[in-house]
């Protein structure tokens, strides 16, 4: 199945939060230049901790923050909110082509999420030097994804020559 073939439905940031929490993203988007958005973005997260756009909130700011063992820890939440609203296996390492194929296409939206979380795990990985998992990651979603729709390839080549340029 072709990951660009398909009706978006299900988006994340049409789901909308509650008035507080999207008043509180908002605030936090005010105060970043500052350096004062932390706190109301957690305040957030503490309202509403399923909600992605809170998750994606706090994974931008804290990889724009170079906050990046932070930002890993929210992106693997990410993954785990997302993958329990399809059926995905539990262990992305269980992930299989048909899984996406056999998929109902209403779900296409969310694996694709998914898919692209999973990469920002693996990105996020590599740049904290985790290359071993990173190149996993990268390894599962070039296997499941083979005409590169979600762009991990070429992230694959550079933790590959970067194994190489370590050994």
Do not use: C
């Not at 973005?41 to 804290?62: H, I, Q």
Request: aromatic letters at 8%; proline letters at 3%.
């Amino acid at each position: 199945m072709d990951l660009l073939d398909f009706e978006a439905k299900d988006l994340y940031f049409q789901q909308e939060d509650s008035q507080e929490v999207q008043d509180l993203i908002k605030f936090a988007s005010e105060l970043y230049a500052q350096g004062e958005a932390e706190l109301p973005l957690l305040k957030a997260y503490l309202r509403a901790p399923e909600s992605l756009n809170v998750l994606v909130a706090l994974n931008r700011f804290y990889y724009y923050q170079h906050r990046l063992p932070e930002a890993l820890i929210i992106s693997e939440k990410a993954l785990g909110l997302i993958r329990s609203g399809i059926d995905l296996p539990e262990d992305w390492r269980l992930l299989e082509m048909s899984h996406i194929s056999d998929a109902p296409k209403q779900t296409l939206s969310r694996i694709r999420l998914y898919l692209f979380t999973l990469k920002s795990i693996g990105f996020l990985n590599m740049r904290l030097e985790n290359l071993d998992l990173s190149r996993s990651i990268f390894e599962k979603l070039v296997a499941v994804d083979i005409k590169d729709r979600i762009g991990a390839k070429g992230l694959l080549e550079l933790v590959l020559q970067r194994q190489q340029a370590i050994a």
